[in-house]
């Protein structure tokens, strides 16, 4: 995850519905694009000033706007109005630390989620918030910045075959963006699994000095993954209640099938936390074992030279009277005695299994 520039303190004091961007800095232009689509035909284009954004009222008519980029306050403004999305929503969209929601307002229906993007060569996850406003004709996506993962959805409207995403609403068109964001999830589980299954063959084979680091590293990840999903959990029973006309019924089991998904999510990340918490006790573990084999092998050191010092002792006690001292062989049979007594003490502890 990258760090955030966060903004927090300029909110205080101001009145609800002031627009203050919280999140990373950012300095690139606000990049807005547009989809005018019916089963008949598809019109796409780049709109450089919200302004010039028109809106056509019409049933047959389908609009998506994806606004890339939530750090200008005017721009989001504009955009706001020309909908007419309330303050408080517009204020929830420039808030990039928000927690995920679903909100039913009279004219359109309002959520915020993360989507997560799995970065390979840093094999970390990274997150972006996503904010989606649609009502029956219009459906408005913010993000923080350019790149996501809607491509299939985008594919489907570009076709010049008819499809379903063009013949339902926008309703639908939710739900199709909703589903990308959370297969990307499924990606993201099979990279972070398989990271898991490398550590566990890692710590097992015990050459990596550093694998506490990288178990922690990725229990962190997991982190910041179970709270992006838990709230899914949320919005998905917000939909299946369908508290809105927005909402149409052939609609709700394509989101039935999402809350499904989600559940799975949830269910797999729990099961790789407890995964790597197994990882974190196995390597405590095979630390003890290995501090245990090591002190058993320096006791049984001791417990060899103990008899040896002894005998040495003994022998080297000056006393006036001591036959041995006199031996020509005294000294090659004590040090015989010595290594007879270490070997045979060698041999019972191996007998013993102690070594």
Known sequence: MKEKIVYKSEKTGTPPGTLVYIGEERKEEVSISKFLYSDKFVEEEVILDPENITVPRSENIKYWVDVDGIHNKEVIEKVGKIFDI???TLEDIMNSEHRPKLEYHEDYI???LKMLTYNEEKEKIESEQVSIVFCDDFLVSFQEKTGD???PVRKLIREKNSNRIKKEGSDYLAYALLDSIIDNYYYILEKTGERIEILEDELISGYDSDIMN???ELKKTMTIFRRSAWPLREIMSGFLKNESSIIREQTIPFIRDLYDHVVQIIETIEI???????LIDLYLSNSSAKMNETMKVLTIIATIFIPLTFIAGVYGMNFEYMPELTWRAGYPLIMGIMLILALF?????KKKKWL
């Open 110 to 112: 309002f959520i915020i």
């Open 149 to 151: 993962v809607f491509g």
């Open 86 to 88: 309330h303050p408080l």
């Open 272 to 278: 790789s936390r407890d995964n790597l918490s197994n």
């Open 345 to 349: 003490m060698l041999y019972y502890f």
């Open 214 to 216: 990288k178990i922690h």
